[in-house]
Structure formats: C-alpha cells, structure tokens
C-alpha cells in the first residue's frame, strides 16, 4: 500500500503520525513544495525580528524522520484519479494507493494589476522562504505598510516595529482583527498598537504601490495621502491551495467538499486541513478556515481513515483564535459579530479586559476574552460541541463575568 | 499507565493541593519564601465547589490532547510518563493551550509569559498534590488497579 | 528527619517493646504531613460560623474574608488569641496557686503552710504592704488579697507589673496603652475584640496582644511568687537529668505537668517510710523513685532534687521504657497520647486536675483540703501497677546528667553576694562591663516535632557559651540543657569562654561549690520567666537605665505552645529581643510580620527575630548583644 501526502505543514505531519499509527510499516511518501517544510507556520513573523531563528520554528518532531516515509521536494499539479497517479512539477509521476490533499493554503495578492505590486519591497508572509527574504531586505528599510489588519498583518506589525521600523498597517474594514474581534475589542488593541506607536488606518485601502528605481518607497491610499513604505507586507488573506485540483473531477466548493470521514468525492482521496470545506459549528454555514487545531485534527482523522481506523471529524469552528497582540491576550471562538434579534449578547467590561458572550437560546455560539482569558477552554468547547446548557446558562455567564481578573 | 484521580466525595475543599502545587513550582520550594516571591508561583490545579460537591479540577494529560493540538509552537509534548509538559524556551505565550483545553486547567502566567499546566511535578516520585491530600482525596494511580478498585465497590454494593 | 538529639529518647525509640503499632508524636507528626499551608501562614479564620474563611496568600484567590477582614486583621486576630489562650493558661495557673494559698489561710487546707516567710516579707513590701510590726498571717492576707485583684476588674495599672518593672519600662507601656487592668479582665478584652465584627485595625489588634502579653507577665509572676512563698524559693540543688534516672528495682512514679501544688505534697510523701515500705513489699527493692517531666518535673527538682526524667516532647518515651508504673499529672503540654502509648504497657495515667482529664485515664480527683491523703492514694496506684510490670517490656536507657538546678533570682543574687556582700550585684556588672560577660541570653519555651529534639538548644548555646554570653534557662530549655550536661561545672570548662570561665569560677569558689557555676542556669519552670526579668530588671535599676538597654536577649529556639507566644511577646514588650527558631503562623500577613520583627523595636525596644537555622540565630543574637553594649558605651 502506498500512501502520498500532498503538503508539507501540520496537516501533512499529522496525518502522516495518524498513519503511522494505525499501520507502523506503511510506505509513505509526502511531496512538499518548500525547500524547508515542517515548520511551525504561525511563528513565521517572530523571524523577522530574530526572536526565533528559523531553526527554532521547525518541529520538533520530523514527519519523515521515522522508517519507510521519503519526503519529496517537488510540487503537485495535478492528479489522475484513475491511473492513481499524481504528476509533479518536475515532470514526474508518482504512484498512490491512497492519497491524502494537505497542501493547504496560498496568500491572496490583492488587485493582481495594482500599480507597483511587483516592485522590490513588495512581500507577501506566508512561509519560512518569505521571512527570510524579508529578514534579508530589512537593512535597507526604515518604514513599512502592512496592507491587512488581520492577526498575521498585526504579528507583522508589532515584529518590525521591535526591529525599529515606523510601521502602518492599513485595513479596508471600519477595525482590525474584522475575524477575531469585536469593535471595542478591536478599539481597545489598537488603542494599545498606537501606544507602542504602530499607526493603524481602519477604513482605508491601498490605491498603489509608489516606487523609485523598482523599489517601493510608500503607498498611495484609496482616500488620497500618502504614507511612505520602504517595505510593503500583503497580508490581506489565505485562499484554498486548489488549483492543482481542477481536472482531477474532485468536487470543490471554495474548498474541497468531504465528508465526515475526509474523503473527498473520490474514491481513495482524502483532504484535510485549510483546504477544506466544513460546517461552522456556531453558524451552521459552510465555511473554511486556516486554523491550527482544525488542521491538527482533520489531518489526524483523514491519516486515521485511510490505514483502516475510524475516526470522525470533530465539531469545528472557523473562528477559533487565540494570541497576545501588544501585552493583552485575547482569546475569541464562534460568532463575534450580531445584528440578529436572534442572539442574545452578554458583556462586561473592566478597564481594558472585556468579556463577551453571545447565545443562540441557551446555546453559547460565541465568545470573545480580552486581558483575562483564563479558562477560555471551557467555553470554546461549549461552542464547538453545541452543548445545550438549559438553566445552567446563567450559571455560565456569572462564572465568565464575575470572575474577570 | 497512572494518572491523577480525584476522589470527589473525599475533598474537603481545603485547598492544600494548590498550595502545595504553587511551593513545589515555586523557586525555593518551600512556603515561606514562596508567599514571598515578586512573582508567586502559579498553582495548575483549581479547586473548585459544585452545589454540595467540592473537586480539585485537574489536567488530565488527554489521549486526544487538545492543549498540544493547538500548540503552535512544539512547546506542548508528551513525555515518557505520558504527561503532557512544556518546553519553556519554545512558549511564546499566545495562549492557544488556554483556548482548547475544556477543563480549563492551563493558566496564564503573565510575568513569565509562560503557559502553565500540571507537569506532574517531575522532580517527584508523588506528585505535591497528591502527597499534600488530607483526605486521600487526590491519588496517583495506576489505570488497571482503578478499574479494579471499582469492580471490587460494585461486587460489595450488590452484597449489601 | 532526625527524631530527637537525646540519646536516650533516641535509645528508647528505637529499641522499645511496645510494638509496632506504638505512635509517638513523631509518627504523628509525620502523618500530619504535608500540613495546611493557610494555618501555617495565620491566614484562616473560624471566628464566626459564616466561615471558614481564607486568604489567598498568593494574592489570585479572595483577599479577605467574607466580613471584610484581611490577611492582616485575621493574622493579628489569631495571633492576639493564641496570646490571650497562653495568658489564660498562666492565669489558671496563677489563680489556682491563689485559691490554695487562701483556703491555708481559711484553716482549710491543712497540708500546705507558708514555708518561706522572708520571701513572703520581700514581696508584700514590692508590693507596698506593710510589714513591720505585723503578724506573718496578715501580711499574706493582705498579699493575697492583692494577689487575687490581679485577676479581676481592678480599675488601675496592675501591681505585680507595675512594682517589678523598671520605670522607664511602665512610661514605655503607659505610652502605647498596654498597661493592663485586669489580667483575667484582658483576656476577656482580647477574646471580644478578636470576635466577629470588632477589632479589625491590625495595629490596634496587636497592641492589644500586648497588653495581654503583659497581663501574661503579671500572672506568672503572681504564679512564681506564691509558689515560692507556699513551696519555699528556690536554692541550688544537685540532681540528675535524663532518663537513666528511672530504675529497675524501684516503683517509678512520674510527676508530669506544670503546678506544684499537687506535686510537692507528692514529692514530700514519697519519702515517708510507711509507703517506701510498701513498694518493697510490692516487690520494689528499691522502694519508691519520684521523676520529674516537664515543668512539673522543674518545680520538684527545683524544691526537692528529684530527678527529672524527660522534657515535654518526649513524654511518651518515659512511658516505652516500661518501668513507669504511673504517670501523675496535672496540667498544660500533657499529651491526650499518653494515654494510648500507656495501654502498650502496664503503665497507669493518673489525671488530677478537675479540667484536664483525659480518655483512657484515671481520674484521681485531686483535693487541697485533704491533699496528703490524695497524694498517698496515688503512689499507692503506682506501687499497685508495679506489681504489673512486664520485664520484657523493659528498655531503660543509661544516659542520665548531672544537673544543678534551682537558680531563682535570690539564689543567684545570694550566689553574688558571696563574692560582694555588701553590694552583690557590683560583680555581675563589672563582668557585663568588662565583657567577660558579653550579654546575657534567656532561653525558654518548649521542644517541638518540628526540628530533632534540642539540636536548636544545643547548637546555639555552644557557640553562645564559647562567645562569653551567659545563659539563663526555664521550662523545657532548662530540662533540655540538664538533660545534655550544660547545668554541671565540667560543662563551664568545657563550653563557656574564658572571660565567662572566669567569672562563673569565681562566683561559685565564693559560694562554695568548689568549682564553677554552671555555664547554663536553671531558673525554674516555664511559668518562672520572670525571675530571668527579676535579674535583669535589678541590674537595669543598678545602672539607672531601661531594660531595652541592656545586651539581654531571649530565645524560644524550639517553640510550641501559646504559652510561649504569650511568653515571648512579653518578653519582647519587656524589650528584649527575642528569637523565634519555629515560625510561628504570621507570615500572611507583611504587615503583622513587619510589625513583629521590625516596627516594635522603634515602640519597645524589643522585637522577634525569626530564624530557623540554630547558628545564624546565634550570630544574630551576638550581633543585637553587641549593638546594645555598643549603645551602653561598652
């Protein structure tokens, strides 16, 4: 039995681990398209600023380090469901008795044909390969923007401004962290970004990219000033990595359609990961997402299911998100934003910590924690796992509001 | 395999497990210079009253570990005792372990900026909590001498 | 952990015959491991029945109780209570010794008579009575109506404290409104203030732990007085210390507790011929062998010689060697265990006291009226559980010191005056001044599980001895350095320094002992503290300075007992600076402990010095000898 991995991050890691479990002497194969895979991505921004060397972002864990796994540095293009073949940029074919679809996700280059895009100093932050590169064209920079005002253009953010850079973000939506946070919750942390002087334009977009000699020295925004750049980030989103998918008759919508088990509409191939296609849990809507656990766990089951176990995908929540942006820990799951009748919110504040809960009847569907995320757990699970808590609701929301430290 | 069974009926809510827990991860291990650290030490187990029941609430080193599935950094592993253990030098506090464990027995040291979760105190052949028990409410041990324990209980509960 | 640096305790432990089964109290100790951090830090609090209530002392959970109350007041709150249980204990004490002196003097009490009639002079007179002229059977009246208006609501500063404290000592204590009124009056303050929502300024708390320390002073010093006066005072005696003292071939009968009321008629039985007789018919060739334990144990070896078999803390030990045929006591440190160690053995626990008995006991009830007769009944109990004495249970260890106990204030100022008569406190001080005495240091308290058995007491009083300072000793300090060989002239040569060698060979050439006097002094039992004060309240007068002046210190270096804070906290308040080598349940609070061992100087002169480890307490004792000989000019 030959098992193929397409990916080279966590999904691949632990599917290839669910694998490895279920049938210790599989051969395994995993093809990964970067020349250093197996990495922690989400640290990729503590690079920047040498917090972490690229060495101590690897896993900790190889995937292929184990017997009978070769790790194959090429990249899929396409696949032949019925030769069960996958064919590779380099030209060559590779057999599968079962495949598995982790090639995850790709950054979006906003407005292909924005004036300046390809200049130098222009960068997108998606894998080791870019921090780098960014690392390396750093000495040359004293400003930077950072087009997108989500988590990874704010890590972004708060690296270059330790390394001494003036830095701007610019986001289009009315607040940052449109995706993990609520206005005041938003407010609050930009309050605290400007404190340590990174200048934040919500409401504001990027007309073009100004450049000298093909170097781009600032940006030119949508209402008509200008702010100077010597380093310009994209970080205005990730998209399903699908392309490579589009003759091989796998149903996609958005993302790879799978059922509970990951397997895609074709026999013998599996998905798992940012690529996929599920149902939030707190919305009860399609919905992708590039979380970690998800990853985690859907990489796991898809391993699980194709070596002969069973194993289901768990409940998942395309907002799940935890970090620490400028001292003050936050801590969101579920739905964040409501205009519905149908939802009942709960907040309290004290000064900057802030705690939230939304209901859907006695349901909890979303929560966000900031300053004082202490067992947020509890509550994320209680989202997830869509528990009807009946009169235990008001117990919940005077445990989570009186207890703000 | 053992783990850490808490027999609820025998908790007094006494709280000596967290006290114990915080000396023995404290500097010097020992209470008085504990209660005088800049930065006390942080407890990893929580007791805690439901109704008439009280309970230490503690990790449970999970099979399926959501805490380590959501590590984004390879600070979270498991050892060889199957205990669920954190590499400081890899935790760059951003919480996720927070975020997914539902006992929520992961805590949040800001002053170290670290992660905090039962170790099952590794300098220690039982763990402070454990030894700490007035009640033998909290014990160390081994899965197939638990299940045991149970059969046995049933056998009698059915005598009587 | 070590259990006890006594080798016959030691002996005894490891070799008894009572079988496994058989706990000590450091069994006990173990068990209780580890024990809760909250009591060991003074932060819970079960004054009212909302509670219990804790503080967190890590600074996440609550920070006060559910009235309202802080660390800080439930510290100080526990810590005045633990004062007021001492001071009641000492007041029990006292006011028993009273009772009994006034049904003599009613006639009823035929056994007891007033034995030292110039120590009865000297305190009427303190005590501003006059004497001249008058009949002995007045003055003790009018003393003992004096004595026993202690107690109750006397309305004005009370007289044991105020007649035996150097002025500047009362100006410092009237200033800080903690000169008591009443000493059963204060306790009483201390109980309501400490209740459910009254007291909760933590200074205001301590201040009135104060003055029931010092209401704590005035009890034990009434205790030691009358004590004296029915008992006679205190004069040197040779005797033997440790349990070597009990014997094979004799009834053994030990005399366990704190009063003298009811162990000096024993100790005066034991020797009447009829009885020592029906031991031997029993079988005793030896006929009958009184010991002492614990303060009990000091009061009789004190007054009569009789050897003291053990301290406090390893009572039980004297039970497992097998031939104790009873154990008589009265009251305070009388472990509930006995009892339970006792039924491994034929050996009989005798309670005497109508509020200290005890399952597992007999209760003997203990009669002044008729006390020879009561006396009599019990050692016949102990010849009686002689005859049940099992010799294969016999574990009797050899170890037992020489021991010169019975040091009280006249006893040493009378030991003076054989080198000056005219002046006899000239010597002492010279010596202070000369720094052949470089300080003095009071040790006192208890043994505690805690730490191995006197390894505090010894460890520190060697270096103390090698450093010149001379040492005073009560309770079970004095039990612990008779047990160890420091109250023997061989122990001055071997431990003492040269300039203290000097000295205490002098003085005891001039008092006749042919050698010197012990390097360490027995001054009595734990209630008999203020004689130490006595001392040093006459050397203070002499120089015309405050006692927080002199390079006197204390130490409590292995503590127990709330009599021992009450002890220790007047001893601080008298301004002594006194070390704690057990910690004792304050460090929840920063600011009871900062007060302690810090702001109290600034107020009294005295304050704790907390430290385990045996020889940085010593260090830092020298250290506050030498800054007060610094401030003396010395």
Known sequence: MKYV????????????????????????????????????????????????????????????????????????????????????????????????????????????????????????????????????????????????????????????????????????????????????????????????????????????????????????????????????????????????????????????????????????????????????????????????????????????????????????????????????????????????????????????????????????????????????????????????????????????????? | M?????????????????????????????????????????????????????????????????????????????????????????CIGCWSCIMACPFGVVARDANLHLAVKCDRCPDREIPACVASCPTKALRLVDADMLSEERRQEYMLREEK | ?????????????????????????????????????????????????????????????????????????????????????????????????????????????PDYAIKDEVKLKAVAVRSGIDVEGRPVIDVARELLDKALSEFGDKGEPLTWAASTLPLGRIKVCSELGIVPTSIDGTIAEVMHRTTYGVDADPINILLGALKCAVADYTACHIATDLSDILFGTPQPVVSKANLGVLREEAVNIALHGHNPLLSDIIAQVASEPELIAEAKIAGATEGLNMVGICCTGNEVLMRHGIPLATSSISQEVAIMTGVLDAMVVDYQCIMPAIATVAECFHTKVITTMAIAKMPGAEHMAFNEENAVECARAIVRQGIERFTYRNPDKVCIPQESSTAIAGFSA??????????????????????????????????????????????????????????????????????????????????????????LTAVLTAIGEAAGLGGPLPPVLHMGSCVDNPRAVDVAVAVANKLGVDLSQLPVVASAPEAVTEKAVAIGTWAVAGGFPTHLGVVPPVLGSKLVTETLTATLKDLVGGYFIVEPDPAKAAEALLA??????AGLGL
């Open chain 3, 410 to 499: 006249e006893a040493i100022i009378g030991a003076l005056a054989k080198v000056n008569a005219d002046d006899p406190l000239k010597p002492l001080i010279d010596n202070i001044v000369a720094g052949n005495i470089r300080g003095i240091c009071l040790f006192a308290g208890c043994n505690t599980v805690k730490v191995p058995q006197d390894h505090n007491y010894v460890e520190m009083v060697k270096k103390l001895l090698a450093e010149n300072v001379l040492i005073l000793a009560t309770g079970c300090a004095s039990a612990t350095y008779a047990r160890h060989g420091f109250m023997t002239s061989e122990a001055t040569k071997e431990y003492a320094g040269e300039g």
């Open chain 1, 5 to 405: 991995i397409v990916g080279g991050s966590v999904t691949a890691a632990s599917g290839q681990a669910a694998i490895r479990r279920n049938r210790p002497e599989a051969d395994i194969r995993v093809v990964a398209d970067e020349p250093v895979p197996f990495y922690y991505r989400p640290l990729i921004p503590y690079l920047l600023d040498g917090s972490k060397t690229a060495d101590e972002i690897l896993f900790t864990d190889q995937p292929t380090a184990g017997t009978r796994a070769e790790l194959i540095h090429d990249r899929c293009v396409r696949i032949n469901p019925k030769k069960k073949v996958i064919g590779l940029q380099s030209g060559k074919e590779l057999a599968y008795d079962k495949l598995l679809l982790a090639a995850g996700g790709i950054p979006i280059m906003l407005l292909q044909n924005m004036v300046g895009l390809d200049s130098k100093g222009v960068f997108t932050l998606r894998s080791l390969d870019d921090a780098i590169k960014i690392r390396e064209y750093l000495p040359t920079c004293r400003t930077a923007v950072i087009i997108g005002g989500g988590l990874v253009g704010i890590k972004t953010a708060e690296a270059l401004m330790r390394v001494g850079l003036a830095v701007t973000v610019i986001e289009q939506q009315p607040q940052i962290l449109p995706l993990r946070a609520d206005l005041t919750v938003a407010a609050t942390i930009a309050a605290r970004l400007k404190k340590q002087n990174i200048n934040v334009l919500t409401k504001e977009a990027v007309a073009e990219i100004i450049t000298q000699k093909g170097r781009a020295n600032g940006v030119c925004l949508a209402s008509g000033g200008i702010v100077p750049a010597d380093l310009v980030i994209m970080a205005v989103g990730v998209r399903a990595n699908i392309d490579f998918l589009l003759e091989s008759g796998i149903k996609v919508d958005h993302g790879v359609v799978v059922n509970n088990r990951m397997r895609t509409s074709v026999p013998d191939i599996y998905a798992a990961g940012d690529l996929i296609r599920f149902i939030d849990q707190a919305t009860g809507e399609k919905a992708m997402s590039g979380l970690w656990s998800n990853a985690v766990h859907t990489g796991s089951v898809a391993g699980c299911s194709m070596s002969g176990g069973r194993s289901e995908m768990p409940p998942m929540l395309s907002v799940m998100n935890s970090t620490e942006i400028a001292g003050l820990p936050i801590i969101s799951a579920g739905l964040l934003h409501t205009q519905s009748d149908q939802y009942a919110v709960y907040t309290e504040a004290q000064g900057e910590k802030y705690r939230k809960l939304i209901f859907d009847q006695d349901r909890l569907v979303g929560m966000i924690f900031l300053g004082d995320v202490s067992r947020a757990g509890v509550y994320t699970n209680l989202i997830r796992n869509r528990i009807p808590l009946g009169d235990r609701r008001d117990t919940v929301i005077r445990e989570v509001m009186t207890k703000i430290r």
């Open chain 3, 1 to 109: 952990m070590e259990r006890s640096t006594d080798k016959a305790v030691t002996h005894v432990l490891n070799n008894h015959k009572g079988g496994k089964q058989l706990q000590t109290v450091w069994d006990r100790y173990e068990a209780q491991q580890p024990q809760c951090g909250f009591g060991e830090l003074g932060v819970c609090c079960r004054h009212c029945m909302q509670g219990p209530c804790r503080i967190d002392p890590f600074g996440e959970g609550p920070d006060r109780g559910i009235c309202g109350a802080t660390a800080d007041t439930i510290v100080a709150r526990g810590l005045a209570r633990a004062i007021a249980g001492g001071t009641a204990s000492h007041s029990g004490h006292a006011l028993h010794v009273a009772h009994v002196f006034k049904k003599i003097l009613a006639g009823k009490a």
């Open chain 2, 2 to 90: 053992q783990f850490l069974y808490a027999q609820t009926d025998r908790c007094l809510g006494c709280r000596s497990c967290e006290i114990a827990c915080r000396i023995e991860h404290s500097e010097e291990k020992n209470l008085f210079s504990a209660v005088s650290q800049i930065h006390p030490p942080k407890k990893r187990l929580f007791v805690e009253q439901q109704g008439d029941r009280k309970e230490p609430v503690l990790c449970h080193h999970c099979d399926d570990s959501p805490c380590m599935a959501a590590c984004i950094t390879g600070s979270l592993y498991r050892d060889e005792r199957g205990v669920i253990r954190r590499r400081d030098e890899r």
């Open chain 3, 624 to 629: 506050v000898i030498d800054e007060r000989r």
